[in-house]
């Protein structure tokens, strides 16, 4: 079946404390992103990869790393998170292919720093 | 003043109307657009996408960029109650780039 997982799915954690967010997919996609979800601000990239060892910033990339070494996975480090990086965070991956008109999420993680 | 702006309703509709759902944009490298739904406490699902100017009808819903007003839509046509959800516009200088969305529009389609 075709996915994109993310561990873990809820986290709480407290200020300054190093975590770790996995995102695995498994259609060989080219391209990944991450993205954060607050009230009333809809949707803001994090980081995007367009392939191994390529990986450029979002929108709102402040506090946050990522790394690209193989192609299904892209996790987000928080190497010091704090509470305004609490937020619902998801991952996706896209085909590269223009003729795909698809992008798939993964289900989410939601992340309380306290 | 946002890269995206989009009103974020509530737009509340009765079934059968033909819903538009707009967003506005400053950013004339944008030429990839994006719109997601997404229904309460589920993750967003890409809906369609169109590149540079143009319509692209996928059933009930067409897509239409015009990019000398810096404008897109998003029409519902014949709309359902479970079209009922948020709709995010989303906009990129070309596929897998930098994406910016808008807030999202709350919609509601009442039986």
Redesign the interface.
């Known amino acids: 079946e075709a996915q994109v997982t993310q561990n873990p799915r809820y986290l709480i954690t407290v200020t300054g404390k190093k975590l770790t967010v996995t995102c695995s997919q498994n259609m060989n996609h080219?391209?990944m992103?991450w993205y954060r979800q607050d009230p009333?601000?809809?949707?803001?990239?994090i980081y995007?990869s367009?392939n191994v060892e390529v990986t450029?910033?979002?929108?709102v990339p402040e506090g946050y790393k990522v790394s690209r070494k193989e192609k299904r996975n892209f996790p987000l480090i928080l190497e010091s998170p704090s509470p305004n990086q609490t937020s619902l965070y998801?991952c996706a991956s896209?085909p590269?292919d223009?003729g795909t008109?698809?992008?798939y999420?993964?289900?989410?993680t939601r992340l309380t720093v306290l | 003043q946002k890269e995206v702006e989009q009103d974020p309703g509530p737009l509340s509709v009765p079934e059968g109307a033909i819903v538009s759902l707009n967003c506005t944009y400053s950013n004339s490298a944008f030429q990839y657009f994006m719109w997601y739904r997404q229904y309460s406490r589920k993750g967003p699902e890409l809906l369609m996408y169109t590149y540079s100017s143009g319509n692209k009808e996928d059933g009930r819903f067409t897509a239409q960029v015009d990019k000398s007003s810096k404008y897109i839509s998003l029409f519902i046509r014949d709309s359902q109650p479970s079209d009922s959800a948020t709709y995010l516009c989303a906009m990129s200088p070309g596929r897998g780039f930098k994406t910016i969305f808008g807030a999202g529009t709350r919609l509601f389609v009442k039986a």
């Open positions: 080219e391209y992103s009333g601000l809809g949707l803001r990239q995007y367009m450029d910033k979002g929108d998801f896209t590269k223009r008109d698809t992008q999420f993964g289900p989410g």
